[in-house]
T-cell receptor
Framework: DTAVSQTPKYLVTQMGNDKSIKCEQNLGHDTMYWYKQDSKKFLKIMFSYNNKELIINETVPNRFSPKSPDKAHLNLHINSLELGDSAVYFC?????????FGEGSWLTVV | GENVEQHPSTLSVQEGDSAVIKCTYSDSASNYFPWYKQELGKGPQLIIDIRSNVGEKKDQRIAVTLNKTAKHFSLHITETQPEDSAVYFCAASGLPGGATNKLIFGTGTLLAVQP
């Protein structure tokens, strides 16, 4: 069973479109995250949620809006996509220090 | 805030040799140091971690050392195998576990193990 699963795995879309990435974890963790990995492989946190409550927002543009309907799900909606949004987006979850990552969603904006 | 530097950016070794990746951190309050392995097309996977109350930790062919005074920690892989080829990331966190856990990652090391 996949512990942290996210969909879609690949997404190609045009500038200006709105898209969503969904994430679910079956580990029973209270905390979920979104990380962004750019073309140089640099990994940076975007958001963290604890029991549906936003805890960390790392100065991400307002076009990015996470939503957590329950503690097992954390979705990422992106409005008005820009070329610079092209990256791999990783969902993750944790209970304590250890963070477990999903397989990533490859977003390409053309 | 915390800053993590990682070296080298690429590392090529012969199968059976050892590989060492080094990281330094800036925030003396950091107390949790995980290492992740990322294979092509996959998400980062935790391979080993160490907390600040421990100087060394070993798990089969993988070991991590921590020098809090110098603020650096290292990953050691012995008897490398082709399947060890991947990108390795170090990370540091100074906050207690939970939603405020903000892992700061190093820039990654591409390890290539030549058969």
């Amino acid at each position: 069973d996949t512990a942290v699963s996210q969909t879609p795995k690949y997404l190609v879309t045009q500038m200006g479109n709105d898209k969503s990435i969904k994430c679910e974890q079956n580990l029973g963790h209270d905390t979920m995250y979104w990380y962004k990995q750019d073309s140089k492989k640099f990994l940076k946190i975007m958001f963290s949620y604890n029991n549906k409550e936003l805890i960390i927002n790392e100065t991400v543009p307002n076009r990015f809006s996470p939503k957590s309907p329950d503690k097992a799900h954390l979705n990422l909606h992106i409005n008005s996509l820009e070329l610079g949004d092209s990256a791999v987006y990783f969902c993750a979850s944790s209970q304590g220090d250890t963070i477990y990552f999903g397989e990533g969603s490859w977003l390409t904006v053309v | 805030g915390e800053n993590v530097e990682q070296h080298p950016s690429t590392l090529s070794v012969q199968e059976g040799d050892s590989a060492v990746i080094k990281c330094t951190y800036s925030d003396s309050a950091s107390n949790y140091f995980p290492w992740y392995k990322q294979e092509l097309g996959k998400g980062p996977q935790l391979i080993i971690d160490i907390r600040s109350n421990v100087g060394e930790k070993k798990d089969q062919r993988i070991a991590v050392t921590l020098n809090k005074t110098a603020k650096h920690f290292s990953l050691h892989i012995t008897e490398t195998q082709p399947e060890d080829s991947a990108v390795y990331f170090c990370a540091a966190s100074g906050l207690p576990g939970g939603a405020t856990n903000k892992l700061i990652f190093g820039t990654g090391t591409l390890l290539a193990v030549q058969p």
